[in-house]
């Protein structure tokens, strides 16, 4: 087990897990798999991200407030997660939902971690922020601002729980 290292106060513990993100060819197809294998549902339509260059797909167990899988394919050859797909690796980031995402960013900053894009409104959130970082293990972060949905976006569809 390891050492506590006092973080418990830390921004970050104050969220929640709010997805698994999972990098794949073929987000439809993959989806599938999952609910033959898990019997796991699909609970948004495919939605396309173009300033990140993805295409995402939500699956729920069904449970109240249990953790979605988020399948991510690449929507264009030059897509960050077609490059992360030749690694042959499937796990892709975690997301957390937090109350303050300035003051998280603040803290990952603090303790090493490297903050990869600046908040932005998401596509797939109905305009919430979210933001990018990376961990000094070199694991990916999306940080999820909880709240309202801006609708600045003029989406629409309603937010992906």
């Known amino acids: 087990m390891l050492a506590s290292t006092g973080a ?9 897990l709010h997805h698994i993100g999972v990098a794949t060819p ?4 993959d989806a599938k798999e999952w609910q033959l294998t898990l019997g796991l549902t699909v609970v948004s339509d495919l939605i396309y991200d173009p300033i990140h260059k993805v295409r995402v797909l939500f699956l729920s167990d069904g449970k109240k407030n249990g953790t979605l899988i988020e399948l991510v394919e ?3 050859e030059d897509s960050p997660v077609g490059a992360f797909l030749k690694t042959k690796n499937r796990f892709y980031h975690v997301c957390y939902e937090v109350d303050d995402l300035e003051g998280t960013l603040q803290h990952v900053r603090a303790v090493g971690a490297l903050v ?4 932005m409104s998401a596509v797939a959130y109905a305009g919430r922020r979210i933001a990018w970082c990376c961990t000094r293990a070199g694991n990916f972060v999306e940080l999820l601002e909880r709240g309202v949905p801006s609708r600045e976006s003029g989406d629409p569809r309603p937010a992906v729980p």
């Open 8 to 16: 418990s106060d830390s921004a970050i513990l104050n969220g929640t």
């Open 116 to 119: 990869l894009e600046q908040p």
């Open 74 to 76: 690449p929507a264009s």
């Open 26 to 29: 073929n987000a439809l197809l």
